[in-house]
């Protein structure tokens, strides 16, 4: 019974494109995530939404753009992808903000060619 | 800026004690330290959270001082599963900061 669970799991894709990853969370969380963890391994948070509202929005290109659609969904839309865009993608999710214990998916490896 | 210090790497060997030190010198009044742990081509994993002296569950242990601007992770008897990249977090009040984990601790377990 998968709590975070995120599709695809490898994406390989040319520049230029544009993609969708997908994330789902069946823990009855308020506040979902999306992580950048780049080939130095830092962890950075991308965005938060707290019941379907954006609460954190990082200095990301705006070619990202995350939708929920309702509160155990979301997902992220990349435009015009470009190589530095290549990275593992997880989506987290918690009962709350700030404090509270995070959940994360299995992550999407992203590979710009 | 990173708001946290650990060191980069630890080498230990199964059945040890491993002590995982962090330095956060500008913690603030409401904030708490939380660990969490990733191994290889996963995301982390919660593992513990405090605020003040110490917190114990069944997976680890965190000793924190009175002036808080430091922490332990303590995890007693290591096996070879342990093996991963510890992240030592202080969560400035659900803020963004607070929520980029750094390059965390690459813990390496010996037979």
């Known amino acids: 019974d998968t709590a975070v669970s995120q599709t695809p799991k490898y994406l390989v894709t040319q520049m230029g494109n544009d993609k969708s990853i997908k994330c789902e969370q069946n823990l009855g969380h308020d506040t979902m995530y999306w992580y950048k963890q780049d080939s130095k391994k830092f962890l950075k948070i991308m965005f938060s939404?707290?019941?379907?509202?954006?609460?954190i929005n990082e200095t990301v290109p705006n070619r990202f753009s995350p939708k929920s659609p309702d509160k155990a969904h979301l997902n992220l839309h990349i435009n015009s992808l470009e190589l530095g865009d290549s990275a593992v993608y997880f989506c987290?999710?918690?009962?709350?903000?700030?404090?509270?214990?995070?959940?994360f998916g299995p992550g999407t490896r992203l590979t710009v060619t | 800026l990173a708001k946290t210090t650990q060191p980069i790497s630890m080498d230990s060997y199964e059945g040890q004690e491993v002590n995982i030190t962090c330095s956060h010198n500008?913690?603030?009044?409401?904030?708490?330290i939380t660990w969490y742990q990733q191994f290889p081509s996963q995301g982390p994993r919660f593992i513990i959270q405090?605020?003040?002296t110490k917190v114990t569950n069944e997976v680890a242990s965190l000793f924190i001082p009175a002036d808080r601007k430091s922490s332990t992770l303590s995890l007693p008897r290591v096996s070879l599963s342990d093996t991963a990249v510890y992240y030592c977090?202080?969560?400035?009040?659900?803020?963004?900061?607070?929520?980029?984990f750094g390059k965390g601790t690459h813990l390496i377990i010996q037979p």
């Open positions: 939404y707290n019941n379907k509202e954006l609460i």
């Open positions: 977090l202080v969560v400035l009040g659900g803020g963004a900061d607070g929520l980029t």
């Open positions: 500008n913690i603030a009044t409401n904030d708490y």
């Open positions: 405090g605020y003040k």
């Open positions: 987290a999710s918690s009962p709350g903000g700030g404090f509270y214990e995070q959940y």
